[in-house]
């Protein structure tokens, strides 16, 4: 029967908080699942849904185990951001959405069946609509006998309105018997005070590196040699080193190679040209990411002036040994700050190729001191 915690991969904390829960037999009616994306949130509340309605000894039946795996009412609420629909109903989120719509909000919920670790993703989707949350009243006055516990999930509350935090709470002020709320956010900041404490909070964390590609290897299908760049450079959540696979993460950290060696030279307008290369689509994102790899790149210079190779990312050490060996007495004290300050400068929305010019002038500045 705890086979069902042991299943969720990482996040030791999580499942000893969940067993402990599980063991008092008091199961809280609300809680808030609060952690970076990609850390397996979802997947942990699935398991802990089948174990609280196993009855000692004895696992859940095929058939509640699909139920629960395919999110069927009136068993799980699955409540998400939508796109406004036209003259759509109080209390039915999905009317008046187009059949292009629909589809997507139907693929999108079946590729989570197939994968609990995919982030949905509808176009146009940006809150979670009040009519979603005042469609949890038609949902909980549905009759069943099958399993003891029920779940409202409800992914990204953070991007819920006032308005519906406001909906929200009436219900967890009084919530019926044998119905658990699952708030799942990243930021839970943006909730109220009165929803938060309602709620019981477990906290995420980041995955190890060995827990993600365990994940991604059985749910996305990719091989070692595949992922071990990307592991990394992911911060530990599936959808950012599904980010990373999805924008080459190789073929950027080479681009991002030959910006440091021209910007070292001197050669200012090949070591832009570069960059241009990489952001020929004025993606903020990509930018975010080159940056980030040119941060990691200067720390495992540190590194390896420390401790030599050990601890540095294989695909660095070659370029680090010569420049290390050219400038040996480079000082980087300032340009952490520098490169903190223009990675700033992007959520100011300044111009990438400004950004782009000032990274080259401060790391070229590091060889001529």
């Keep these: ?56 000894g004895e696992h859940l039946s095929n058939l509640n185990s699909t139920r629960i795996n395919s999110f069927a009412e009136p068993y799980i609420k699955l409540i998400f951001p939508l796109p406004r629909g036209k003259n759509e109903a109080d209390d039915n989120a999905l009317q008046g959405l187009s059949e292009q719509q629909l589809t997507e909000v139907k ?9 609990p670790y995919h982030k949905i993703s509808i176009n146009s989707a940006e809150t979670i609509k009040i009519s979603s949350i005042r469609e949890i009243n038609n949902f909980t006055s549905l009759k069943f006998d099958d399993l003891q516990y029920r779940m409202i999930a409800i992914l990204n509350a953070d991007t819920m309105s006032e308005e519906a935090q406001n909906a929200l709470l009436k219900n967890l002020e009084e919530p019926p018997e044998g119905i658990i709320f699952v708030l799942f956010t990243s930021d839970d900041n943006s909730l109220l005070t009165t929803i938060k404490s309602r709620c019981w909070k477990i906290q995420f964390e980041p995955l190890d590196d060995d827990v993600l590609v365990e994940i991604l290897s059985k749910y996305y299908n990719y091989g070692y040699d595949e992922i071990v760049s990307v592991k990394y450079f992911s911060e530990g959540s599936v959808q950012g080193a599904m980010y990373l696979m999805e924008n080459e993460l190789n073929s950027i950290i080479n681009k991002t190679l030959n910006i440091l060696r021209y910007s070292f030279a001197g050669w200012y307008n090949t070591a832009i040209s570069e960059f241009k290369e990489i952001l020929k689509n004025s993606n903020y994102d990509l930018m975010k990411l080159v940056i980030k790899l040119i941060y990691s790149w200067l720390n495992n210079l540190v590194k390896y002036r420390d401790n030599g190779e050990y601890g540095c990312f294989p695909l660095f050490i070659d370029s680090i040994a010569k420049f290390n060996s050219k400038f040996e007495q480079a000082n980087l004290d300032d340009i952490f700050l520098q490169i903190d300050t223009l990675n700033n400068y992007l959520d100011r929305n300044v111009n990438l190729n400004i950004v782009a010019v000032n990274i080259v002038l401060e790391l070229s500045a590091i060889t001529k001191n």
């Design 107 to 115: 693929d999108e919920i079946k590729k989570l069946q197939k994968n």
């Design 1 to 56: 029967m705890l086979s069902y915690l042991h299943e969720i991969q990482g996040q030791n904390r999580v499942k000893e908080s969940l067993y402990k829960i599980f063991k008092s037999g008091k199961i809280p009616q609300a809680m808030l699942f609060v952690g970076p994306e990609g850390v397996g949130k979802f997947f942990t509340a699935l398991q802990f849904l089948k174990l609280i309605n196993s009855e000692p």
